[in-house]
């Protein structure tokens, strides 16, 4: 059978694939932190390295993780999402967990939202760059972000 999607094809053989020990689980950070040592490795046995370091993201990856594993490593995430949607996205997601969301009612959350949308945006208009917000926001949430 062929399969045209590599990221389906890591999942399908991820899913018949035995483990000793179970393996920590995916966290975002890490996942990130992984990424970008791949991309940055180079000189003598860099290829070793960075397969050994995709080897551990899947061999850790639970139900499809290991098919946006291989998309992100392909530049294939097959989302369909624009820019806007993922800084919408990242401003709403980390605003939650780091609390910055004004729970009183419907509209206040709306509102806490929109304004942490707006801060993520203007950002990233300054500075066009995830390697420097993702990290940022992770440690210091949407509304510091700008200081």
Not at 29 to 38: K, L, Y
Not at 73 to 80: A, E, P, S, Y
Not at 122 to 142: H, K, M, N, R, T
């Amino acid at each position: 059978q062929e399969v045209g999607d590599l990221g389906v094809v890591a999942q399908t053989s991820r899913s018949t694939q035995a483990t000793m020990f179970q393996p920590k689980p995916l966290m975002v950070r890490q996942v990130f932190a992984d990424f970008r040592t791949i991309a940055m490795t180079e000189g003598e046995k860099s290829v070793e390295r960075k397969r050994n370091i995709i080897k551990k993201l899947l061999t850790s990856s639970k139900k499809t993780e290991a098919t946006y594993v291989v998309r992100a490593l392909q530049g294939k995430l097959r989302i369909g999402a624009s820019e806007q949607t993922v800084l919408t996205s990242l401003a709403q997601a980390v605003m939650w967990e780091k609390k910055e969301v004004d729970e009183k009612s419907k509209e206040s959350i709306a509102e806490s939202q929109e304004k942490g949308t707006l801060v993520i945006k203007q950002v990233f208009s300054e500075c066009p760059c995830f390697d420097e917000i993702v990290p940022a926001l992770l440690e210091y949430g949407v509304f510091e972000l700008p200081k």
